[in-house]
């Protein structure tokens, strides 16, 4: 509890926290695009891809929400499967030999990890780490499966990834850990709650074959 | 709790925070189809003056209440509406869904006026019946296409947003003669709602 919750400090810390991120999405790319190297270009978008696009970066969001309400050894635990579990996940997908995954499953770790950060809810550790490990290599899967590009050096491509999903996990996660203000928890709850209802919602467009 | 009364303040601009992040996706061409479909999804909600102003009657109201419902409603509502947008998906017949939520409007505007506090279960019930038409209205219009993720979620966002507003003017209870103030706004919401039904009946 250091600084004292609710004070100005801890404040500017938590928007700074949020702020950098945001910042760095836009800066990023743009550098990427001055150094104009290919073996920049794998890397990058590795990295930038889960976090372009909703289906992924909503379910790595509840993620890393769920693990900093839990605290304690969850708060590293959960995210490191989850990134162990991605690269693997990806690692499927670019070989294109492993399992075809059904794009239709995509929201459903939105929906159970959604309902888990709007509950508070907790899990026995057995199964938290296996829904988890399981949702990693759909998360992975999915990042690489459909990959539209072609890519000419798969392991950079999967170190962008690993780096890109690590670094919101870990940020995300250090804050709802360590800020334990009422208001800042009561807005990690709503949160949860607003991707488990877009999950919900995709779910049933999907099973429906609205899409 | 000093600073309490800018906790609102603060959980609003983290959310909107939030909820414009992925407008960055804008800038980069591969996400353009992304950002699109979530600005769309967001401006939805905020095109319907029935909506909006139910919306944010649902957060004033919230405010009024106090412990907890001003923390409850906004966890659990999202997820209400998300069944009646299921149910719009999916076609279930459900009567008059724009003049179920003029009466919402109307209701939740003299609850606000009146500054009646019903029980915990019986306003979430008034909100729920509000949420799953809310939900209805929007989830029947939900494009069936690639963009449905980033359109959900921008839907889903804003209507959180506009519930926080709603907290936010709640708070003016804080001022000298807010609480007069604040049920005089709720005796226009539901004024406003009076004459939007009587649009809807004329029609």
Redesign the interface.
Known sequence: MSPAP???AA?HR??AA??L??GS??LL?ASALAHGSATLGDFYAGM?HPL????L??PLLALALWSGQLGSSHAWRLPLVFVAAALLGAGLGMSQRGIELSGSLL?IPMLVLG?LV?ARGRLPAWLALGLVALFGVQHGHANTYAA?QQIQRPLLLLAGFGTGIGLVLFHVVTRVARHRA???Q??V??????I???G???L???W?G?? | MKTSGNAPTRVFCIALLVALAPLAALAHVEGEAAGAGFVSGFLHPLGGLDHVLAMLAVGMWGAQLGNPAIWLLPVAFPMVMAFGGVAGILAVPLPAVEVGVTISVVVLGTMIALDRRPPLWASALLVSFFAVFHGYAHGAELPGRSGAVAYSAGFVSATGLIHLSGIGIGFVTRLPHGRSLLRAGGSAIAATGLLLAGQLFLE
């Not at chain 1, 372009?52 to 289906?55: I, K, S």
């Not at chain 1, 709850?189 to 607003?194: D, K, N, P, T």
Request: glycine share 4%; charged share 15%.
């Open positions: 609710g004070s100005r404040r938590v928007i949020l702020l991120p945001l999405c836009c790319p930038f372009l696009h909703f289906e970066l909503l929201p309902l709007a539209e009422f208001w800042l009561t807005a709850r709503v949160l949860g709650s607003w488990a209802a877009t919900l919602l995709v049933v467009l999907e429906t609205n899409r």
